[in-house]
């Protein structure tokens, strides 16, 4: 994998960060505050192979001491990440303590005593209240991660001069900003997301109402190496994988073979999807993806079918209070930082089901 | 919500439950703030023990002022004593004295006076009786010569067509001007007026006070 090359440093007026931390990358976007209205004053990168740099540059701004650091706002993505829909059929029974952890261990095989976990509204967001009533938060979405990798990204960050204000999921945050692009755009169309790392996947559908469907795929870009090597008569899998992630070769004709399990499994939701709504799923969506395998987006919007949502950068940072400084333009903005992206905004709590049933 | 660990709801922004470990989180902000506090405290501390300190330190001054102070008082109180013994005796000495001269002035030149009053009274006045003395108790300082009062009592008539009461009218602006009296006439009363049927005459009072002064090197 080779290095990201950072092409913007940090400005020394900048107030905090947002950052986002995934398999290839450290993504930073330095902003004048950490909630909106804010401005981005740049975007950069720093290959994960490389954080000795990420700690030089934010030096820069704050200075060399090692007890002085930057706050941000962190979404990671950790390859043990889980997200499992989940049905309340009692509030009672799901106000009881052990009815999560139980949950977790029983229908998810997921110890719980080895991972920190949350149950979101897949609605709005917003945690599980036993207070509340069961209306908003019937839909849970349970998700969460391996505790080393949490406690490792945490002190990894640390280690680079970055103050964690908090530590989300970057696959969570980016559901709530895709719901929170199809309301702003009022579109009442579903979207297909696709999220893809080293070993797996997670695809999604969701709309600007709820997230309707989530399935985890064992599938991730190691898994294409086999294929590429035997395809492409190379002589190990690590020449597989310089080429794959090089972006010197295009793959696009050998795109279907490639992801052939992933496409099977989205035919499988989607067509799952579409005969029990009755609705057709016209977007698909992928993130986490670096500029460099754009091409398996595209690949799987046409095998699918389906559309590439071209996502209205500038009306969508509009809406979100976000504003735009120092060199980047909204060309800077694509699909590789929608993650980061998401990030910026507060969402909004007010459930768009309940205020559907207002207008009602 | 987080499902591990936790017994209440952590209320977070939606779509961004935190799954930070607090604990392993670098110590920043409660080092500063202690910082501060602590500085703050000492500076309260040091100020108020500083107040405390000035305030026994100028009760301490005033202390020994007043100890000071007390024993001059004592050292001047015999002294003090004999003064005040002297004062009384020149006290005594001097208010006989002002007696003594107050005895001994004239009021007023009496002789001259009199020869004054005879040769201005009016045509159609006679007077019957001429008193004159000092207003007692009118003076509250006895420093200060009370009014002298003289007062004439008599008759008038009419008298070449001019009324009794212009008559005495004109006795009193005569008064005024007399070089005997000139000057110190503090009123000029006509305390009766009335009819006496029986000699078909006006019988009249006149009271004149006069402000005596007090002579210099008396």
């Not at chain 1, 004053?41 to 002085?68: D, F, H, W, Y």
Request: proline share 5%; charged share 25%.
């Amino acid at each position: 994998m080779r290095s990201v090359q950072c092409f913007r440093m940090i400005s020394k007026k900048c107030k905090g960060l947002f950052v986002e931390v995934n398999g290839f990358s450290y993504q930073l976007a330095a902003v004048t505050s950490l909630s909106p209205p804010l401005t981005v004053e740049s975007i950069t990168e720093v290959s994960r192979q490389e954080p000795e740099k990420l700690r030089e540059m934010i030096g820069e701004v704050i200075g060399p001491a090692k007890n002085r650091f930057l706050r941000s706002h962190c979404g990671i993505v950790p390859e043990s990440r889980f997200f499992r829909l989940h049905t309340i059929e009692s509030l009672a029974k799901a106000k009881e303590p052990q009815y999560f952890l139980d949950l977790l261990e029983s229908q998810y095989r997921i110890n719980p005593k080895s991972v920190r976990a949350s149950a979101v509204s897949a609605s709005t967001g917003l945690g599980f209240d036993g207070t509340r009533p069961l209306a908003t938060q019937k839909e849970l979405m349970i998700c969460g991660a391996d505790i080393r990798e949490f406690e490792a990204f945490q002190d990894n960050l640390v280690e680079c001069g970055v103050y964690p204000a908090s530590l989300q999921l970057s696959t969570l945050s980016s559901l709530g900003a895709m719901k929170n692009y199809l309301r702003s755009q009022e579109s009442a169309d579903p979207v297909l997301l696709v999220e893809m790392t080293q070993n797996s996947s997670h695809l999604f559908i969701l709309s600007k109402d709820r997230i309707d469907l989530c399935r985890p795929v064992n599938f991730g870009f190691n898994s294409v190496l086999p294929t590429i090597q035997k395809e492409l008569g190379l002589q190990d899998e690590e020449s597989a994988r310089g080429l794959f992630f090089s972006d010197t070769f295009d793959f696009r004709e050998l795109g279907s073979k490639l992801l052939r399990r992933m496409l099977k499994e989205l035919h499988a939701s989607s067509g799952f999807y579409e005969v029990q709504t009755g609705q057709t799923i016209p977007h698909v969506y992928m993130t986490l993806l670096p500029r460099s395998l754009h091409w398996i987006a595209e690949v799987i919007a046409a095998e699918m079918e389906m559309n590439l949502l071209d996502i209205n950068w500038e009306n969508w940072l509009q809406t979100m209070g976000v504003s735009i400084g120092g060199d980047l333009s909204i060309g800077d903005f694509d699909a590789s930082r929608f993650g980061l992206a998401g990030l910026f905004g507060s969402f909004s709590g007010k459930s768009d089901a309940v205020e559907k049933q207002k207008e009602n | 919500m987080r499902l591990k660990n936790r017994k209440k709801t952590d209320e977070h922004a939606p779509w961004r439950p935190d799954f930070r470990d607090s604990p392993r989180l670098p110590d920043t902000k409660p080092i500063r703030t202690g910082f501060l506090l602590n500085f703050v405290a000492i500076v309260l501390a040091v100020g108020l023990l500083g107040a405390y300190a000035f305030r026994e330190y100028a009760l301490y001054n005033i202390s020994n002022e007043v100890a000071y102070l007390g024993e001059q008082v004592e050292e001047n109180r015999s002294g003090n004593k004999e003064l005040v013994r002297l004062n009384q005796q020149f006290l005594r000495a001097r208010n006989i004295a002002r007696e003594a001269v107050r005895f001994d002035r004239e009021p007023l030149p009496v002789p001259r006076f009199l020869a004054n009053l005879a040769e201005s009274l009016p045509e159609g006045v006679v007077l019957d009786a001429i008193e004159m003395r000092f207003l007692p108790g009118e003076a509250a300082d006895k420093d200060v010569y009370p009014p002298f009062l003289i007062q004439l009592d008599g008759s008038v008539v009419e008298f070449e067509g001019s009324s009794p009461s212009r008559i005495l009218n004109l006795l009193q602006e005569r008064l005024e001007q007399l070089p005997s009296l000139q000057g110190r006439v503090l009123e000029n009363d006509l305390s009766q007026f009335n009819r006496n049927n029986e000699l078909d005459v006006f019988d009249f009072s006149l009271q004149v006070r006069l402000d005596v002064e007090e002579e210099s090197g008396s």
